[in-house]
Structure formats: C-alpha cells, structure tokens
C-alpha cells in the first residue's frame, strides 16, 4: 500500500469514527427538471453557490411501477 493510499485510508477511517451534530436541516423544493420530471431539489442554486460546483443533492422517485 502505498504512502498516499494509506494516508487516504486513515483519514476516511477517522471521519467515520467521529460523529457530528446537525448543523441544519434544509427542506427540499418541489421542481421540475428535464423533460416533466418532478423532483425535491434540496440545495438551490443560491446555496450551490457556496459548495463545490458538481455537488447535487436531488430526490426523485415514481409512482408508477
């Protein structure tokens, strides 16, 4: 294993061990995207504005089977 690798590995390891609180809870908005698809998008844009550019947090589904 290499230095990288395992430097990557502890740190990982030690992010799961320690838990954190709740900073917010953030509700999602009702939209729709593409072609009708109705989706809860969770980070709008003014907040994806702060994050990491590719970052997306959305929660779709279907009723219909």
């Known amino acids: ?6 430097r990557s ?3 990982a390891s030690d992010q799961v061990q320690h838990g ?3 900073e917010r809870l953030v ?5 729709m995207d593409g072609a009708g ?3 809860n998008r969770v ?16 929660a779709f589904g279907s ?3």
């Open 43 to 58: 980070l709008t844009q003014a907040q994806q504005r702060r994050l990491d550019p590719f970052l997306m947090l959305d």
């Open 27 to 31: 509700a999602g908005q009702p939209v």
């Open 9 to 11: 590995t502890l740190v």
């Open 20 to 22: 954190r609180a709740v």
């Open 1 to 6: 294993m290499t230095q990288a690798t395992n």
């Open 63 to 65: 009723d219909q089977a």
């Open 37 to 39: 698809v109705k989706i």
